[in-house]
């Protein structure tokens, strides 16, 4: 789908208790329980906060697809290449080396993200991949192709990527989930960690430009509205707040400051959410 221009139980609940009562993971400190003087145990707060005191913040790799064989009925991309270079300079600023992939087959991108995910990590504190293409719900266009996202994804997982386990691992996806237009509505006004066992989808975040099965709309000239809210909200706060207070302000600035214009009245006056998924187990911020 083309991106759109702009013109449990009881018992579980039991176990868990009793599994962070005894992990290392939740080092105790005191505190007064709420009936009488008796001392209780409550998770320190660092344990709450991913480490960035790494020798590198770790590795950015951009795949910006700009034009795509005919066989596809893909159009190009334009407005991409402003995505690409906000991209670039939004995580160069926060110290991460950015590698650019333009115009990727989708075995192209395969063979690049298994190379990456097989590249040692340990002296690294996250993983970042930023991923500019046409989409649909589930899937990434490469330029002859479609591939799920889970698949290109699953390669920094715990079981294929040792090197990452419990570090944070973040996409940032503009492209399409689908083809509904959203009309909008009036208002009233780790490494150390690595003895214990983790899920392996754990401390991953992705940040999609819209929610599941809406268009995302991109500017020929401004490029796609994500990545101008990513782009401005990251060069503002990105070394002073949570990822997840960055992209909460990323949303709101797209839902609030963009609308589209179009002579077409099926495509005017559309509005558009992102869409955050996460399942970090920490707090992230991009200092040490």
């Given at each position: 789908m083309s991106?759109?221009?702009?013109?449990?139980?009881?018992?579980?609940?039991?176990?868990?208790?009793?599994?962070?009562?005894?992990?290392?993971?939740?080092?105790?400190?005191?505190?007064?329980?709420?009936?009488g003087n008796k001392m209780e145990a409550e998770p320190s707060v660092d344990m709450y906060t991913y480490n960035m005191n790494y020798p590198s913040i770790g590795q950015c790799?951009?795949?910006?697809?700009?034009?795509?064989?005919?066989?596809?009925?893909m159009d190009c991309r334009d407005g991409t290449d402003l995505d690409r270079e906000q991209a670039m300079k939004v995580f160069k600023s926060l110290g991460y080396t950015v590698e650019?992939?333009?115009?990727?087959s989708v075995k192209q991108i395969e063979d690049l993200l298994l190379k990456v995910s097989k590249v040692d990590h340990s002296q690294s504190a996250s993983f970042v991949c930023v991923l500019l293409?046409?989409?649909?719900?589930g899937v990434?266009?490469?330029?002859?192709?479609?591939?799920?996202l889970?698949?290109?994804?699953?390669y920094f997982n715990g079981n294929c990527c040792k090197t990452l386990v419990g570090k944070p691992k973040l996409f940032f996806i503009q492209a399409c989930r689908g083809s509904e237009r959203d009309d909008g509505i009036e208002t009233d006004s780790v490494a150390e960690e690595s003895s214990d066992r983790i899920p392996v989808e754990a401390d991953f975040l992705y940040a999609y430009s819209t929610a599941p099965g809406y268009y995302s709309?991109?500017?020929?000239q401004n490029g796609s509205w994500f990545m101008q809210a990513l782009y401005e909200v990251f060069l503002q706060y990105g070394k002073t707040l949570e990822i997840m207070q960055i992209l909460t302000r990323v949303?709101?600035?797209?839902?609030?400051?963009?609308?589209?214009?179009s002579n077409d009245p099926g495509f005017s006056g559309k509005k558009q959410i992102p869409c955050i998924v996460s399942m970090l187990t920490k707090d992230l911020y991009f200092t040490c």
């Amino acid at each position: 789908m083309s991106d759109v221009m702009d013109s449990g139980s009881q018992g579980d609940t039991v176990d868990a208790n009793i599994a962070i009562a005894q992990s290392p993971l939740y080092p105790s400190v005191p505190r007064f329980s709420t009936e009488g003087n008796k001392m209780e145990a409550e998770p320190s707060v660092d344990m709450y906060t991913y480490n960035m005191n790494y020798p590198s913040i770790g590795q950015c790799v951009i795949v910006n697809n700009k034009n795509f064989h005919k066989d596809t009925g893909m159009d190009c991309r334009d407005g991409t290449d402003l995505d690409r270079e906000q991209a670039m300079k939004v995580f160069k600023s926060l110290g991460y080396t950015v590698e650019i992939f333009n115009d990727q087959s989708v075995k192209q991108i395969e063979d690049l993200l298994l190379k990456v995910s097989k590249v040692d990590h340990s002296q690294s504190a996250s993983f970042v991949c930023v991923l500019l293409s046409h989409g649909d719900e589930g899937v990434f266009y490469g330029t002859d192709d479609k591939i799920e996202l889970k698949k290109l994804t699953s390669y920094f997982n715990g079981n294929c990527c040792k090197t990452l386990v419990g570090k944070p691992k973040l996409f940032f996806i503009q492209a399409c989930r689908g083809s509904e237009r959203d009309d909008g509505i009036e208002t009233d006004s780790v490494a150390e960690e690595s003895s214990d066992r983790i899920p392996v989808e754990a401390d991953f975040l992705y940040a999609y430009s819209t929610a599941p099965g809406y268009y995302s709309w991109r500017n020929p000239q401004n490029g796609s509205w994500f990545m101008q809210a990513l782009y401005e909200v990251f060069l503002q706060y990105g070394k002073t707040l949570e990822i997840m207070q960055i992209l909460t302000r990323v949303n709101r600035m797209v839902a609030f400051n963009f609308q589209s214009s179009s002579n077409d009245p099926g495509f005017s006056g559309k509005k558009q959410i992102p869409c955050i998924v996460s399942m970090l187990t920490k707090d992230l911020y991009f200092t040490c």
